[in-house]
């Protein structure tokens, strides 16, 4: 189960998130009927003080994780955790890079699955 939590003026399509959440779930062996996983998109200032609050770094960060478990549950669901994403910063490098908003998009879910299995 995928939940994704975002700002009203997020400008991405929930339909892209989730179906690129899952498979980012997919390429580390999970089965997203399997397991739970937050996506939340946010503000600079948002990313900054979690940023801040969690890791003592004072960047805006693009990507955070914040792991729960890698097992299943007594409901039988791994409630994996959350991914953190800085809206403006994924619009910002998806222009500096020249590349699609989903490719960015899709690379940075990776990185923040791998950092909730880590």
Same mark, same amino acid.
């Given at each position: ?9 997020? +400008?991405? =399509? ?15 062996? $999970? ?7 937050? &996506? $939340? ?10 940023? *801040?609050? $969690?890791?003592?770094? %004072? $960047?805006?960060?693009?990507?955070? +994780?914040?792991?729960? =478990?890698?097992?299943? /549950? ?7 955790? /959350? *991914? &953190? ?8 490098? %998806? ?5 699609? *908003?989903? &490719? &960015? ?14």
């Amino acid at each position: 189960m995928i939940e994704i939590k975002h700002p009203k003026n997020w +400008g991405l =399509s929930w339909r892209l998130v989730n179906k690129l959440a899952i498979r980012a779930l997919k390429h580390f062996g $999970y089965n997203e009927k399997e397991v739970e996983l937050s &996506v $939340y998109f946010v503000g600079r200032d948002k990313a900054k003080k979690l940023n *801040i609050d $969690y890791r003592q770094k %004072s $960047y805006i960060p693009q990507v955070l +994780g914040f792991p729960m =478990s890698k097992e299943k /549950d007594v409901d039988g669901i791994i409630h994996l955790g /959350d *991914i &953190v994403i800085c809206t403006q910063k994924l619009k910002y490098e %998806s222009v500096f890079l020249n590349k699609k *908003i989903e &490719v &960015v998009l899709r690379e940075w879910l990776v990185h923040g699955v791998e950092n909730l299995v880590k």
